[in-house]
C-alpha cells in the first residue's frame, strides 16, 4: 500500500471541507474550468460548478488549498506511487518511525539515533527518498539526539501517516502497515533488521536478544511473524516481549566493513 494523494489529502483538516479529497477535487475542477473560459469570473464560474464564489476567487488569483500543494510536493518528490527503489526506503523508514523515532501533531517524523543505529544510517534513508537532514539535542545533555527531514518534513510525515504509521503516541497501532506485508522479501527483511537495531536489548554472553513493547500482543505477534519469516529461525513471544533466537539475531545482524557478521559468542 503505497502512498496515494486521496490518502494523503486526507491527512489534512479543513473547515470547510469534511472530506479534504473534495477540497482537491473541486480545486482541480475550477482550475479546469477557468482554463476553458479564460473571460468568466469568479461568479460565473462559481455558479457554473455550483461553489460559493468567495472560495472560488482565491483559486482563481493563483491561491492553492494546502493538500493540493502537498500532493504536489511529494509528486514531485516521486513519493506518490513510488518506484521500488522509493518503496523500500518508506518501509525503511516506517521501521525507524516504528522502533525509533515518531510523527508529532504537526506531522514531522524525526529518530532516535545512538550507537545502535547511527545518523548516517537514518541520513542515507531520508536521502533515498531525496531529501537533506537536520540533527537535534546533539549536544544536549540528558536529551536523545534526533535525525530530522531539513525541507519538506511535514508533507513527507503525512506520506508516512497516509501508509498507516501513527501520529504521536504508537502504542495504539495493533499491527504492522500492510506495506510491510506487501513489500518484496528483502525490504521486509531491512524492516526487521532497523526494527531489531533500534529496539532489542543485547547481551554479552550470548547472541539471543530480547524486545520488550508496550504494545498489544496482536502488534507483537506481527513483530514475531516478520523476524521469524525474514530469517527463518525461531522467534517467540510472551509478557510483552519479543525473544529474537541467536540464530535468528545472526542472520539480521549488520555486516562488518570486511562484509562478516559479528558474533559475541559460540551459536547457540
Known sequence: M????????????????SDPWQKVLDYCRVREYA?????????????????????????????MPDPVRGIQTAIDHG??????????????????????GSINDTFVPAITVDDSVTTDEV????????????????????RATEVVPAADASVLG?????????????????SFPQIVWDAPKPVRESFARIYVS??????????????QEDRSRAYLCDLRDVVAEVTGEPVSVGDGRVTVSAAAARRLAKPDRTGSVPSSSPPK
Open 198 to 211: 533500534h529496539r532489542a536489548l543485547t547481551y554479552e554472553t550470548k547472541d539471543t536478544r530480547v524486545i
Open 2 to 17: 503505497s502512498p496515494t494523494a486521496q490518502a494523503l489529502a486526507r491527512t489534512y483538516s479543513d473547515r470547510e471541507y
Open 79 to 100: 513519493w506518490l506511487d513510488p518506484d521500488e527503489t522509493t518503496t523500500a526506503a518508506f518501509v525503511d523508514l516506517l521501521a525507524h518511525v516504528l522502533a525509533g
Open 123 to 142: 541520513r542515507a534513508v531520508f536521502e533515498a527518498l531525496g531529501v537533506d537532514v537536520l540533527t537535534r539535542n546533539a549536544e544536549v545533555d540528558n
Open 35 to 63: 482554463a476553458e473560459h479564460p473571460d468568466h469570473g469568479r461568479t460565473r464560474v462559481g455558479n457554473a460548478l455550483d461553489l460559493p464564489p468567495s472560495r472560488v476567487r482565491g483559486w482563481l488569483d493563483g491561491g
Open 158 to 174: 503525512r506520506c508516512l501517516v497516509a501508509i498507516g504509521a501513527p501520529v504521536g503516541k504508537k502504542v495504539g497501532l495493533d
